[in-house]
């Protein structure tokens, strides 16, 4: 029997067991539901010992399941912590600097940032993970992630956060929708009554999608039913969503997709949409690339601010 063990292996079965569902433990691990049941049922076939029951309604743990867990979750505590302690004797960078990426960030931003950071740290390389704010929060603290870009700046003294960019968020509509709705200063949110709002799971950043809400539901608007949580939010998708006529998503000014002639980005009119977006990273993060990193980020947002 081959008894070797893969911390991926061990969070996926710790995620299943807590979650009761695999379907749940799939969304919260960013996996689809066949990939995680096979690395449970292989996972089993290599112990030899069957480590869950499913059910129709989920989940039920055996008692060679329970005897994994308990010891699962120890040596993924203390594989956390040593990736924190490593973390901290990073100082002067020279590894890999794992970034949180979310959707529509400023087309110049990173590229700024990460120019500064190759002149300051050159040995480190950067990789970067399109996550929802909440996977982004969640990595930080199990040591997946070095550094979060998030739209909703989390709680707890166990991680810093700077705030990097600030933009006023605008509309888009299909462009004879756009004609009809635009004034002098833009669209007016009340304006849009009538249309569907293209929206996003609130599961990927609930504390910004309930600020964006409750700031269309104080304009009139019916923000209509939520959208699943597996459904994730792909930014093409907004093109064909408005060009017939009947919906409306939000893009920030500069947004970095084609866009045809049959849709128009237009501001709001008093900018009643602000959209910020922060750096957060460990709070006991000693790392000078990660350091540089942020600082890059802020004089962004500076000189933006300055202009």
Request: charged share 20%; aromatic share 4%.
């Amino acid at each position: 029997m081959g008894t070797l063990m893969e911390i991926r292996e061990m969070r996926a079965f710790v995620a299943v067991v807590e979650a009761g569902v695999m379907a749940k433990a799939a969304r919260q691990l960013h996996v689809s539901q066949p990939a995680l049941s096979q690395t449970i049922t292989a996972l089993e076939r290599r112990l030899g010992v069957q480590l869950l029951v499913r059910t129709s309604t989920g989940v039920q743990v055996t008692d060679a399941g329970t005897t994994l867990l308990g010891e699962a979750r120890a040596v993924l505590a203390r594989h956390d912590r040593a990736v924190a302690a490593m973390t901290r004797h990073t100082k002067t960078g020279g590894g890999v600097l794992r970034v949180g990426v979310p959707l529509e960030l400023p087309p110049e931003l990173l590229p700024a940032a990460l120019a500064r950071l190759a002149e300051a740290c050159p040995d480190t390389r950067v990789q970067a993970r399109h996550l929802s704010s909440v996977a982004q929060v969640a990595a930080l603290r199990t040591g997946e992630l070095d550094v979060g870009l998030v739209r909703e700046r989390p709680a707890g003294p166990d991680l810093d956060a700077a705030l990097v960019v600030e933009e006023n968020v605008g509309v888009l509509l299909a462009a004879d929708v756009a004609e009809k709705l635009a004034g002098p200063a833009g669209v007016r949110l009340e304006k849009l009554a009538g249309l569907d709002w293209f929206a996003f799971p609130r599961a990927g950043s609930p504390a910004w999608y309930d600020e964006l809400a409750a700031t269309l539901r104080s304009h009139g608007l019916d923000i209509g039913p939520e959208v699943p949580e597996e459904q994730r939010l792909i930014v093409e998708l907004k093109i064909p969503a408005v060009s017939a006529g009947g919906a409306y998503a939000f893009a920030p000014p500069g947004w970095p997709y084609p866009m045809p002639d049959t849709v128009r980005w237009l501001p709001l009119a008093g900018n009643p949409i602000v959209r910020r977006t922060w750096a957060v990273w460990p709070a006991t993060s000693h790392r000078r690339d990660l350091a540089q990193f942020v600082a890059a980020l802020e004089d962004h947002r500076r000189g933006e601010s300055r202009a």
